[in-house]
């Protein structure tokens, strides 16, 4: 037999305020449901079956409420603070209880019991009092285990007299944690009861279908919206890439005329160099004819050939 207790039951709301350690949000837990439970019943006496460490039987306990707690693990009990653990018993819930209490609670324990150990535990229980919280998660439990739906807990609990009292939520505990009140009912309260429930339901539901038709409308406008932005987009992207399809072949172009004009700008300074060559061979060549030239009206021969021709020239 297992209990919520001592850790944090799966699948309760968090509070913005509650601790941040799994013990201390467990603590916070049973606090928040030992102050609903006195607010709905004011009992004076609550057991807590599978009551683990004894977190709710303390927090009940800190209200004034006599609470007392059974579990079949003494590990747990042992572990319990020792101001809480004088109120905590090893006992199974499968044994018939010695008292009666205003409420029981029986908190994901039954679902590790076999069907028939389940069964004794229901009749063990409803024989001890007339208002039950009850919870055991769905599909929980080990392989052997008494694994039921809400719905056949409701109804094994109907079986013996007690009555899901629908204008009750507990399911910041879990979502499955229910109170369970003896009642003489008639059909015609049962379905009365239950059809109120189902109504508020079934007016949730509308409420939320037709929010998410909303939604989805908005959802589908804004896809289209979206659509259209891509394909314009799309447009956009093919009118660039054929832009750039053009300037890519001009640029293949351009750099065609360019390769042409560094070839003929070689071929160019080629002939230069050649051409300049040639000037300075016949600078050097002009160069030395000068020299010679010089050397030659230096010389001897030079004067007197000009006294020669200077002679000639002069006669009639």
Same mark, same amino acid.
């Given at each position: 037999m297992t209990s919520h207790e001592g850790s944090v039951p799966t699948g309760s709301a968090s509070s913005g305020s509650a601790p941040e350690s799994n013990v201390d949000r467990a603590r916070h837990l049973s606090r928040m449901l030992a102050d609903r439970i006195v607010a709905i019943a004011h009992p004076e006496t609550v057991l807590v @079956?599978?009551?683990?460490?004894?977190?709710? @039987?303390?927090?009940?306990? $800190?209200?004034?409420? $006599?609470? =007392?707690?059974? $579990?079949? +693990?003494?590990?747990?009990? +042992?572990?319990? !603070?020792? !101001?809480? =653990?004088?109120?905590l018993e090893v006992a199974s819930p499968t044994k018939p209880l010695d008292s009666r209490y205003d409420v029981v609670t029986c908190l994901d324990v039954l679902a590790d019991l076999d069907p028939a150990d389940a069964r004794s535990a229901l009749d063990s229980i409803s024989a001890a009092t007339n208002r039950i919280v009850f919870a055991s998660t769905p599909g929980a439990g080990a392989p052997h285990a008494s694994i039921l739906s809400p719905s056949d807990w409701a109804a094994s609990f109907a079986e013996r007299g007690f009555y899901r009292r629908t $204008? @009750?939520?507990?399911?910041?505990? &879990?979502?499955?944690? &229910?109170?369970?009140? @003896?009642?003489?009912?008639?059909?015609r309260d049962v379905v009365h009861r239950y059809e109120a429930t189902v109504a508020a339901l079934e007016a949730e539901v509308r409420e939320k279908r037709a929010t998410l038709a909303a939604a989805d409308g908005d959802a589908s406008r804004r896809g289209a919206d979206l659509h259209d932005q891509l394909l314009g987009a799309q447009h956009k992207l093919l009118t660039t890439r054929d832009h750039v399809i053009g300037l890519e072949a001009e640029t293949a172009q351009l750099q065609l005329q360019v390769e042409r004009l560094n070839a003929r700008l070689i071929a160019a300074h080629d002939r230069t160099k050649k051409v300049r060559g040639r000037l300075e061979v016949a600078r050097r060549r002009q160069a030395r004819a000068e020299r010679q030239l010089a050397a030659l009206k230096g010389s001897r021969t030079w004067r007197i050939g000009s006294l020669f021709t200077g002679s000639r020239r002069t006669k009639p």
């Open positions: @079956v599978g009551c683990g460490r004894g977190l709710l @039987v303390q927090a009940l306990a $800190d209200q004034g409420v $006599d609470a =007392r707690g059974i $579990d079949d +693990s003494d590990a747990k009990i +042992s572990a319990a !603070d020792d !101001d809480v =653990r004088p109120r $204008d @009750v939520t507990l399911d910041f505990w &879990t979502p499955w944690t &229910t109170l369970y009140d @003896v009642a003489e009912l008639q059909p």
